[in-house]
């Protein structure tokens, strides 16, 4: 089984060479030491959810502090292609768990969209609230699947948001039911005809709606924008579902997994 991972933030491994040690404080060491109840001898690792990987073993415990003694440090690239999920707010914390599972299944990226058939608003000082939660969500589904990234939960959008995230995607893709093309023929053809990108990885969106779908003005103002259309399968997923499912799908035919 692989090593339990708790994130420390954005540059504190830097400085870390094998026979180091690193101290973990503050919920993370908490966490280790309350919950996994980690003793000293125990492999885990510390990511910085920005690419670094610390692998070491428990040296010592003390009341909120964690030491772990350096034994590996890894840099793990992006993803040449990475997956961003653009999820419409859903009722009953469809949206969330969604995003909870893409995230153990590799995207890279999170949008929160506020589709014309959204039943549920982000306003004003609910709007910070539910996007904090989202980042919470996202995070501890990283550290469940082990991963050194953590993905970014990126400001929500309206449809005029939505469309120039499109514009500027490599690729945007709507998954809808009335789609003629199945979303593995949209993918591989145009993973044969995308050229190499010059200024870093590229981006991949997949567009899901809400519980009562996008609507037609909305596909015609995201098709003009650049983005396609694409069927999932033979069956209608909910909105927690048809994510992961492209997530799964894409990471296969991208070569992630």
Not at 3 to 16: E, I
Request: aromatic residues 4%; hydrophobic residues 50%.
């Amino acid at each position: 089984m692989s090593n339990p991972v708790f994130f420390t933030p954005p540059g504190t491994l830097d400085q870390q060479v094998p026979g180091s040690a690193f101290v973990l404080e503050g919920a993370e060491a908490r966490h280790a030491i309350t919950v996994k109840r980690l003793a000293v001898g125990e492999a885990v690792d510390i990511a910085d959810g920005a690419g670094k990987r610390l692998t070491g073993t428990v040296a010592a415990v003390a009341a909120g502090e964690l030491t772990v003694e350096c034994l590996d440090l890894l840099t793990e690239p992006q993803p040449a292609i990475r997956l961003v999920l653009v999820q419409a707010l859903a009722k009953g914390d469809r949206d969330e768990l969604a995003a909870e599972t893409a995230t153990e299944l590799g995207i890279d990226a999170v949008i929160p969209w506020q589709a014309e058939r959204s039943i549920v608003r982000w306003k004003a000082e609910r709007a910070a609230k539910a996007h904090a939660k989202w980042q919470s969500v996202v995070t501890a589904a990283a550290k469940q699947a082990r991963r050194a990234w953590i993905p970014e939960v990126r400001a929500a959008v309206d449809g005029a948001g939505l469309q120039a995230a499109v514009a500027a995607a490599d690729l945007a893709v709507i998954l809808h039911e009335d789609a003629v093309r199945p979303l593995r023929q949209v993918l591989e053809a145009w993973l044969d005809s995308a050229a190499p990108g010059d200024d870093g990885p590229r981006e991949v969106l997949l567009i899901v709606g809400p519980e009562g779908g996008i609507s037609p003005r909305e596909v015609t103002r995201l098709c003009d924008a650049g983005a396609v259309t694409a069927l999932l399968g033979h069956h209608v997923l909910r909105s927690s579902t048809a994510g992961p499912a492209a997530t799964v799908l894409a990471s296969d035919i991208f070569g992630r997994w």
